[in-house]
């Protein structure tokens, strides 16, 4: 099989990888979890953006992409405040949409999407740093090494 275009190829393997893996976390979720309407949406939510994405890929790659990351990045940021014990997963994901950015967009686009990306990084964790309620730790130590972890790894 010839590649004509490494980029276009790229984004429709992410997004044929990203539409099964939504899938497959959706059903999981039913299966497991059938109380928690929250997952439902933000699964379903994610699963729509990337079906989207896929279909206008050719034409419109940038939009695309912009589909895809935006609605992840506002789902994922949900879901930290929406579950803050548990943030890790969340900014796993803020962390591989970031390296999306890095790899499928040049110029303005890619430097905005990166610098709206690390604000909703650090957005995170100034809420949790003035909110304890929404911290992942009662430790403030905790939440500060987390943020500069994540912090360096988002650069990285």
Known sequence: ??????????????????IAGVLLIFISDLTLYPEDTQSFAIDFLILTACSGAYLVRKKYSTIS?????????AAMFYQCLAVPPNPTTSLSIILIVGFIHS?????????????????????????????????????LNDVVTVAITYSILFFI
């Open 1 to 18: 099989m010839a590649v004509k275009n490494i980029e276009t190829f790229f984004l429709g393997t992410l997004l044929k990888i990203c």
């Open 103 to 139: 790899v499928m967009l040049r110029g303005v686009a890619m430097w905005t999407m990166h610098v709206l990306t690390y604000l909703l990084i650090l957005a995170i964790f100034l809420i949790q740093f003035l909110n304890p309620s929404q911290r992942f730790s009662v430790d």
């Open 65 to 73: 992409i912009f589909m895809v990351t935006l609605v992840v990045l």
